[in-house]
């Protein structure tokens, strides 16, 4: 079993940054995928980006491409999210995912998830 914490949302207002962290513990596997996806209220959850084992390997989404960035470390088996110039429809609960292999744009694939954090900005 894989559990995994994530931390960093908040409020922030329109054009600031956040930086969201995921921290995996319990099992662990020489290799897997880690991403970010989101859902906001009343919206299916949507991806927004993912990286493969060796970090050389990302798939932002088109609407947070060149503001978000996702990137590892796999010694403290984390991954990160950097959030800049943050727009109001940003807000949403983010959740890490984990699946074993490479990283995917689909929900289904990814095996383990987080709890989600909320992120809200205002405008």
């Known amino acids: 079993q894989v559990q995994l914490v994530e931390s960093g949302g908040g409020l922030v207002q329109a054009g600031g940054s956040l930086r969201l962290s995921c921290a995996a513990s319990g099992r662990t596997f020489s290799n897997y995928a880690m991403a970010w996806f989101r859902q906001a209220p009343g919206k299916e959850r949507e991806f927004v980006a993912a990286i493969g084992w060796s970090g050389s390997t990302t798939s932002d989404a088109d609407p947070m491409k060149g503001r978000f960035t996702i990137s590892r470390d796999n010694a403290k088996n984390t991954v990160y999210l950097q959030m800049n110039s943050l727009k109001p429809e940003d807000t949403a609960v983010y959740y890490c995912?984990?699946?074993?292999?490479?990283?995917?744009?689909?929900?289904?694939?990814?095996?383990?998830w987080g709890q989600g954090t909320q992120v809200t900005v205002s405008s």
């Open positions: 995912a984990v699946r074993v292999g490479g990283p995917s744009r689909v929900a289904d694939r990814y095996d383990y």
